[in-house]
């Protein structure tokens, strides 16, 4: 019997897909991951930046979802506390709407079914002297204030993705799988490279975490399932800093709806998310007129300062692929998640994952192993991935105001910002690339913002980035920041490292 290349290769590279390469190279199993873009070009790294329990989904008695999620929370904090750390939101009671009586009951089941330790738990606030109040309308007096986490997602994915690869993964960017076809033997997955090269891969298992393409790769399997998906959009904008603490908010509007209003890179208001089904492209997805225009009239109502769409300096969207149960409205539809196995490749799986949330990936990565360990030369009771740091974040889950003065006392020409986003993006690993810098100087051409060659070229060597796009929008943010002359440089920089665009 000839031997296949892997023993598992992973479509999608996505927060599931890098999730699961991690948790099965750290098992022993030689893996490959294929994504046909960039890690996290989709809906991974269109989210609301949130490790939550979804608070809302209790309303629709979605409580196994909602436990699952909020014991995820402090798992995700531990191992990543540089790009994941506790957020307080201030959720205010408004009159003709959710009674108050209500809120705190969900409040008080948040925060006692999810196994909270380390995060504070909920409280009453009056917001005539709390300093969440100072921005608002004066109507709001009373709220209360809970806990949750923000992550920086699209880090969240390459983190994984890097992990696997430590543990000796491959990662295989800008691939996109044309066909899939099974023998007795093992299956051979078949895909495009940039410059329209084939490659062709055997595997004993598959697994299809394609998120909103998932339906479509089991066709280039020639397989079917009975599951539906709803591709529901959701629309993000940034507009600059509306308020000056570091709190968040969660509202309500009188059509039933929620909203976040959440501290975003230092200089900037995050506002979000709508729910709109999405019949285009999942790679197509943009905030529509319509959308923006009622996230601004949504913050009016809370907020003294008004925004129009004309405040937006960004938008965001991404599709999320949710179960089509019936739901009526798409903000009902189900966020949970379906693991379902197709055995037509003669003892040779394919798995796809159906549904899903980002506080959830890990434990979805974990089941989906131990569901193929049958197949698989792995431990089924090695569940390591709750207890192991991603890259860089072995340091205490506290401690990143202490890593950052470590890191601002051994490199004092770094501004303050800079050690700040340097730290959250990278936390101990930021020396590999800082390495034994005396200067600004030491780290080669400065892009702007902070940006700087000694950077670009960890992020190319280690991270798979390739364009502007994926270093100012995906690797960081800077992209709010930096203007057109400054992404041509960057742009014109990297064509001259990277072989692959």
Known sequence: MIQPDFDLIVVGGGVNGTGIARDAAGRGVRTLLLERGDLARGTSSASTKLIHGGLRYLEHYEFGLVREALKERETLWRIAPHIIWPMRFVLPYRAGLRPRWLLRLGLFLYDHIGGRKKLPATKSIDLRKHPAGKPLKPFLTKAFEYSDGWVDDARLVVLNAMDAADRGAQIRTRMEV???????????????????????????????????????????????????????????????????????????????????????????????????????????????????????????????????????????????????????????????????????????????????KITSYRHVAQEAVDKLQPYLPLDLGNHWTGQAALPGGDFPMEGAAALAAIYQADYPFLAPKDVDRIVKAYGTRCRFWLDDAHSRSDLGEDFGCGLSAAEVDYLVAHEWAVTAEDILWRRSKLGLLFNDKQVTALSEYLSQKVTTI
């Open 178 to 356: 044309t066909r899939l076809a099974h023998d007795t033997q093992s299956w051979t997955v078949s895909a495009t490279d940039h410059s329209g090269a084939e490659h062709h891969f055997t595997a004993r298992c598959v697994v299809n975490a394609a998120g909103p393409s998932v339906l479509h790769l089991l066709e280039r399997a020639d397989t079917t399932t009975r599951r539906k998906m709803r591709l529901v959009r959701g629309s993000h904008i940034i507009v600059r800093r509306l308020f000056d603490h570091d709190y968040a908010y969660f509202f309500q509007l009188p059509d039933g709806r929620i909203f976040f209003a959440i501290p975003y890179e230092r200089e900037f208001t995050l506002i979000g998310t709508t729910d709109q089904d999405h019949q285009s492209s999942e790679f197509e997805a943009q905030a529509s007129a319509a959308e923006i225009a009622y996230m601004c009239e949504g913050a009016n109502q809370y907020f003294k300062t008004a925004i129009t769409p004309e405040d937006v300096v960004w938008t965001y969207s991404g599709v999320r692929p949710l179960l089509d149960e019936g739901s009526g409205r798409p903000e009902a539809a189900t966020r949970g998640y379906v693991l379902e196995m197709d055995h037509s490749g003669s003892g040779h799986p394919l798995l796809s994952i159906f549904g899903g």
